[in-house]
């Protein structure tokens, strides 16, 4: 095994706790733990920390929430635990120029994509929506870009095409914790040469807001349907029908074309079908704003008015 190694994890969500957990395994000590302040949450908007901070302090490790890290007291807090080796995922900032030089080994970050496909916050739910085969993980070293760093390791998943964003992502962030705790042996050893990204061959998605989820029914079915599982759990995929908003949570395109206008709802066997711009698709499972999700027998029994109704475009 490597020697043991001072490490600072940057992160916010539980999958930056699988890699803090995976990489102080193999006898590294965590110095530090970042994340983001505690945040108003539920009716009552009492502060809630998040799930890093909560494994980390589980841990014993010291955990600090500043609100930048562009302050110089900031920077020269964190100067003190001279680190080897930063370890960034998920923490929801950029580290400053001056952050990034201060690890003697360089920053370490876990990307849930294949780079330099998918930079960006949405790579998971835009290769969904892509339909592509095959996704994965990347190690790279930070750099002063969104994403560019060169590569230190890679791993690939196939997928089936039924994947949710939300199963997806925590799969390619377990895979993560792993190739990040064996790639800083590697890295720190010098047996990785690091890769520059091909520009080139680039692409970037965007951050996306509750309106990437409105559904509009002059699409293909497929890309609909893709959607409905990019988008779980959030930003969902939702249109409205009586002024109502209702939430699509499972759907599938159906096999035969569909001469019907987009929009219009149609039922059989306890079944429900909106045609689309090319053809039907099936939705499984729905769920009435304030109410609780139904499978779509359940549905047409409480609402049968919907076979019939035009939903918006």
């Known amino acids: 095994m490597a020697a043991q190694l001072d490490l600072v994890f940057f992160g916010s969500p539980a999958a930056a706790a699988l890699t803090l957990q995976a990489v102080t395994a193999r006898g590294h000590r965590a110095a530090a733990a970042y994340t983001q302040p505690d945040r108003p ?12 901070r909560v494994a980390a302090e589980k841990a014993g490790v ?43 080994l360089g920053t370490l970050n876990v990307h849930p994509s294949l780079l330099p496909k998918y930079r960006g916050p949405s790579p998971v ?6 339909g592509t085969p095959k ?9 002063e870009g969104m994403d ?6 890679q791993r690939s998943v196939r997928l ?44 970037v998605t965007k951050l996306l807001s509750r309106e990437d989820g409105e559904v509009d029914w002059s699409k293909s079915a497929e890309l609909i349907a893709r959607m409905v599982r990019a988008y ?4 969902g995929v939702h249109t409205r029908w009586r002024g109502q908003g209702v ?30 711009g090319d053809r039907a698709i099936e939705l499984v499972r729905l769920q009435l704003e304030g109410r609780r999700p139904l499978s779509a027998g359940e549905f047409l029994r409480g609402h049968p008015g919907i076979a019939g109704a035009t939903l918006p475009s």
């Open 232 to 235: 779980d759990p959030w930003p």
């Open 247 to 276: 939430k699509i949570l499972e759907a599938h395109a159906a096999s035969s074309a569909e001469q019907k206008p987009p929009g219009e709802v149609s039922a059989s066997g306890g079944r429900l079908f909106v045609a689309t």
């Open 125 to 130: 739910q835009q290769a969904i929506l892509d």
């Open 148 to 153: 560019t760093g060169p590569v230190l390791a």
């Open 41 to 52: 949450a539920g009716r009552s908007g009492a502060p809630v920390p998040t799930p890093f």
């Open 135 to 143: 996704t994965g993980v990347t190690v790279m070293l930070l750099d």
């Open 62 to 104: 010291p955990v600090l929430t500043p609100k930048s890290l562009r302050d110089a007291a900031a920077q020269k807090e964190l100067a003190a635990f001279k680190a080897d080796v930063f370890i960034v995922v998920a923490y929801g900032k950029f580290l400053p120029p001056e952050v990034l030089r201060l690890p003697l």
């Open 160 to 203: 089936s095409g039924d994947e949710t964003a939300g199963a997806l992502t925590a799969r390619l962030f377990e895979l993560g914790a792993e190739l990040l705790a064996e790639t800083v042996d590697r890295w720190v050893a010098g047996e990785i040469r690091p890769r520059p990204q091909a520009q080139a061959e680039a692409t």
